[in-house]
């Protein structure tokens, strides 16, 4: 049964300029052709490119411009915010990045107060903007959320119409309900094979077949037993046995679900 992984960043492989392709770059053996053969070698045949900044995000969309099963996500990440708040041209380079015909939603972008590398005001200034984009051009929202729920939620309640994905989710039950209420879909990724912490597992466990869907976050977060290697798309896999397994799920049943889940909220 086929996958997708909603969240990579496979990208940055052949960009030599930004600091996760240095991490890509540790293995000699790996290519954007090498990674996208073995993911398809995997089940893995759709993966979304998830952009972190507007130069990130506008690699992204070139990079997938000719990928088949590749598409592009267009997005201002947390820490990046107070670089963005007053650089209109930046903001109008963004918004012409929208209307590519493979820019599948805007993301990642949200709350991070575990690092806070921007101040809380800029986070929330740069996530509204994004919101409001994704508003005007009709396109789901990938967030990235960490420590920040109490914050997120009521700026969510803004934006009634708003459809999205709650990435990389290391959170609570609670807020997994939360997610439910609200519509949105909860990205799972290698964390959930080697987390110590018994809320998030129990989360994992909570989350709705209707509402899960799986990622990578490639090149980081590794799933177990693969931990100490660099993370590929191919390795949506791996996430798949173990959650079918954690949850008691038929593993056909799981990926024909999530990636269902995934054509839906990406119309792709």
Known sequence: MDLVDTHCHIQSIDNTDDSISKIWNKDPEISSESVIKDAVSAKVTKMIC??????????????????????ASVGIHPHEAKRYIENIDAKEKFEKLLSHEKVVAIGECGLDYFY?????????????FQLDMAVKYSLPVIFHVREAYDDFWPIIADYPEIRGVVHSFTDN??????????????GVNGISTFTKEADQIDAYKAIPLSNLLLETDSPFLTPKPFRGTINQPKMVSVVADFLSDLRNEDRAELAKQTTKNAHTIFNI
Do not use: M, P, W
């Open 50 to 71: 998830v952009g972190t900044d507007v130069d990130d995000s506008q690699v992204a969309v070139s990079f997938v411009a000719d990928k088949e099963g590749c598409y």
């Open 173 to 186: 039950v609670q807020n997994v309900n939360k997610a439910v209420e609200h519509g949105f879909f909860i």
């Open 116 to 128: 806070e590398h921007s101040d809380k005001k800029s986070q929330e200034t740069l996530l509204r």
